[in-house]
């Protein structure tokens, strides 16, 4: 019996201590369940690291950033347990919101982006049309005066 108590007591705090290394600033204290053996010494039989799971508000990213450390916190031990499994989980969801609202803020700043562009893009097309229409009617009067059989006429258009 004891040796089965010293094994588990490794056990959890091995698992504990992983949590707690992965976790880093947003893994809390570690907090023990003990169990008396016959021979009168506490073991280990139970554990939990607190781990802050809340989003960083206001930013998405720093969320994304703070989730992905939960989430390899919650899977570090060897075995994760299913409460692990659970944060885990969590962290992705908070993760998938995180990065829709990073996603939707910058559907904004494309489409202002885009319509910049386009702003851009008819004015210049605007004015090279413009260009491109007036030297198409000065060629145009040149060979329309040359038709005419009035070269001097050509001749001033040109110039």
Do not use: C, F, N, W
């Not at 369940?33 to 930013?59: F, H, N």
């Not at 969590?90 to 990065?99: D, G, K, N, V």
């Not at 700043?109 to 007036?134: I, K, L, T």
């Not at 060629?139 to 059989?149: E, P």
Request: glycine share 6%.
């Amino acid at each position: 019996e004891i040796a089965d108590l010293v094994q588990r007591d490794r056990e959890v705090r091995t698992h504990e201590q992983a949590h707690m290394s992965v976790g880093g600033q947003h893994a809390g204290a570690v907090s023990y369940t003990y169990e008396r053996g016959p021979d009168g010494r506490m073991y280990a039989v139970g554990g939990e690291v607190a781990i802050d799971t809340a989003p960083v508000p206001g930013d998405p990213q720093a969320t994304i950033d703070k989730m992905e450390q939960v989430q390899r916190a919650a899977l570090a031990p060897a075995e994760p347990s299913a409460q692990d499994r659970s944060v885990a989980a969590q962290a992705a969801q908070l993760i998938a919101q995180a990065r829709a609202e990073l996603a939707a803020a910058s559907e904004p700043e494309r489409a202002e982006e885009a319509e910049s562009a386009e702003d851009d893009s008819p004015e210049s097309v605007d004015e090279e049309s413009s260009a491109s229409a007036s030297a198409d009617s000065a060629d145009l009067s040149i060979y329309q005066s040359v038709a005419a059989g009035d070269a001097e006429s050509a001749l001033r258009a040109e110039a």
